[in-house]
Nanobody, 124 residues
């Protein structure tokens, strides 16, 4: 099992940047693919980005391509989400999720382990 804790959320003006972190417990972190999802009020949880176990391959939703960057440091059991050029429509609770797989699921039901989420609010 793995436990996930997100941090780094907050309030930022449009055009600004935030860096989210997802810290994981356990000695087998490198065996998990990690996904970031977000959920705005009244909307379904949506895939934002994902990263393979060794960090060699990343995936992004079209809405964040070119603005968001996901990375991981397996030695520190942490995944990062750098968010630049933020827009008001990026406002949501952001979650990281983990699963032992070779591929990165883009659906929430592809993950067994979730963090508690961190709020990101982008003002216009």
């Amino acid at each position: 099992q793995v436990q996930l804790v997100e941090s780094g959320g907050g309030l930022v003006q449009a055009g600004g940047s935030l860096r989210l972190s997802c810290a994981a417990s356990g000695r087998t972190f490198s065996t998990y693919v990690i996904g970031w999802f977000r959920q705005a009020p009244g909307k379904d949880r949506e895939f934002v980005t994902g990263i393979t176990r060794n960090g060699g391959t990343t995936y992004y939703a079209d809405s964040v391509k070119g603005r968001f960057t996901v990375s991981r440091d397996n030695a520190k059991n942490t995944v990062f989400l750098q968010m630049n050029s933020l827009k008001p429509e990026d406002t949501a609770v952001y979650y990281c999720a983990a699963q032992i797989r070779f591929t990165v699921p883009t659906a929430p039901n592809g993950y067994d382990y979730w963090g508690q989420g961190t709020q990101v609010t982008v003002s216009s």
